[in-house]
């Protein structure tokens, strides 16, 4: 009998042992799931400025009433974090701490005012002088360091040099955080059609590409590529019409490129000039 019972040990605890394991094993995804979806947590630091309080966005609301109300529906407001771990101060997380402002019934400006461009630079040299205020672009750095550096490659929109802002693209105050504001794909393509008409057609013969967005070709806020092209040259083409090697010949499209792949880019050798649509031409010429 005890030789029985040893053997019968000896055949569950490995059992046992693998069922504890197992078990254990969920625990730890489960406990990194819960983790992964209920952190919370505050990870920008509001500016401080010397003299100046924050006093809550209630306060804001006594003179910009219409903007505090429409701030509901904005984007950037559902980064406003609530609880007792974090500090509900909405419109000063922009423009910065504002008791002075509104102390002084709105004749002192709010810390961070928004003056487009870079600041000026000394005569002497590059090394900047210290503005008045923060240009609209390096408040929307504080959290999109990523477009920061998008915007420092050599072809960009001209935010850096002041001839535009980022607020003219993306509202801040009001509904989604693009110009066209819609859940339609081409809506966020409005804000690129404004300054440039030319290419919201319609078109005869149109491009398909445009279908999928202006974003498809172009780096919103800068590439290191002509024109803000996300691949440069005939590349860019190739990633939707691909070539075909016939011995030491190219075909594209069934037609024979050999020759013309030498001539420059695709709308720059003589062939597809009417790359955003075409009013005369199926193959996009003018």
Request: aromatic share 4%; net charge neutral.
């Given at each position: 009998?005890?030789g029985?019972?040893?053997?019968?040990?000896?055949?569950?605890?490995?059992?046992?042992g693998?069922?504890?394991?197992?078990?254990v094993?969920?625990a730890?995804?489960?406990?990194?799931?819960?983790s992964?979806?209920?952190?919370?947590?505050?990870v920008?630091?509001?500016?401080?400025?010397?003299?100046?309080d924050?006093?809550g966005?209630?306060e804001?609301?006594?003179?910009?009433?219409?903007?505090?109300r429409?701030?509901?529906?904005?984007?950037h407001?559902?980064?406003i974090?609530?609880?007792?771990?974090?500090?509900n101060?909405?419109?000063?997380?922009?423009?910065g701490?504002g008791?002075l402002?509104?102390?002084?019934?709105?004749?002192v400006?709010p810390?961070?005012?928004?003056?487009?461009g870079r600041?000026?630079?000394?005569?002497y040299g590059a090394?900047?002088l210290?503005p008045?205020?923060?240009?609209?672009?390096?408040?929307?750095y504080q959290?999109?360091g990523?477009?920061r550096?998008?915007?420092?490659?050599?072809?960009h929109?001209?935010?850096?040099?002041?001839?535009?802002?980022?607020?003219?693209?993306?509202?801040?105050?009001?509904?989604?955080?693009?110009v066209?504001?819609?859940?339609?794909l081409r809506?966020?393509?409005?804000?690129?059609l404004?300054?440039?008409?030319?290419q919201r057609?319609?078109?005869?013969?149109?491009?398909?590409?445009?279908?999928?967005g202006?974003?498809?070709?172009h780096h919103p806020?800068g590439s290191?590529?002509a024109k803000?092209?996300t691949?440069?040259?005939?590349?860019l083409?190739?990633q939707?019409h691909?070539?075909?090697?016939r011995?030491?010949?190219?075909?594209i499209?069934?037609g024979?490129?050999?020759v013309?792949?030498?001539?420059g880019?695709?709308?720059?050798?003589?062939?597809?000039?009417?790359v955003?649509g075409?009013?005369?031409?199926s193959?996009?010429?003018?």
């Amino acid at each position: 009998m005890e030789g029985l019972h040893g053997w019968l040990q000896s055949a569950l605890t490995p059992s046992r042992g693998r069922m504890l394991a197992l078990a254990v094993g969920l625990a730890l995804v489960v406990a990194v799931a819960i983790s992964c979806t209920t952190v919370n947590r505050a990870v920008v630091v509001p500016p401080q400025v010397p003299g100046a309080d924050y006093i809550g966005t209630s306060e804001c609301e006594t003179c910009h009433e219409e903007i505090v109300r429409d701030f509901a529906t904005a984007s950037h407001a559902r980064l406003i974090a609530a609880g007792t771990n974090a500090i509900n101060i909405g419109c000063e997380s922009c423009h910065g701490p504002g008791s002075l402002h509104a102390e002084s019934g709105g004749d002192v400006k709010p810390p961070f005012s928004y003056t487009a461009g870079r600041p000026e630079t000394a005569d002497y040299g590059a090394r900047p002088l210290v503005p008045a205020g923060r240009a609209t672009e390096q408040v929307c750095y504080q959290c999109h360091g990523d477009v920061r550096g998008q915007f420092n490659l050599p072809s960009h929109h001209p935010v850096p040099e002041g001839r535009m802002t980022c607020s003219e693209c993306h509202p801040p105050h009001k509904g989604r955080a693009f110009v066209g504001g819609g859940t339609a794909l081409r809506d966020r393509d409005d804000g690129c059609l404004e300054c440039h008409p030319a290419q919201r057609g319609p078109h005869v013969f149109e491009h398909e590409a445009l279908r999928e967005g202006c974003g498809i070709c172009h780096h919103p806020h800068g590439s290191i590529n002509a024109k803000m092209l996300t691949i440069r040259d005939a590349n860019l083409c190739l990633q939707c019409h691909p070539a075909e090697r016939r011995g030491p010949q190219v075909y594209i499209g069934g037609g024979n490129h050999t020759v013309r792949l030498q001539r420059g880019t695709c709308w720059s050798a003589g062939c597809h000039e009417a790359v955003h649509g075409s009013r005369v031409n199926s193959s996009l010429q003018f």
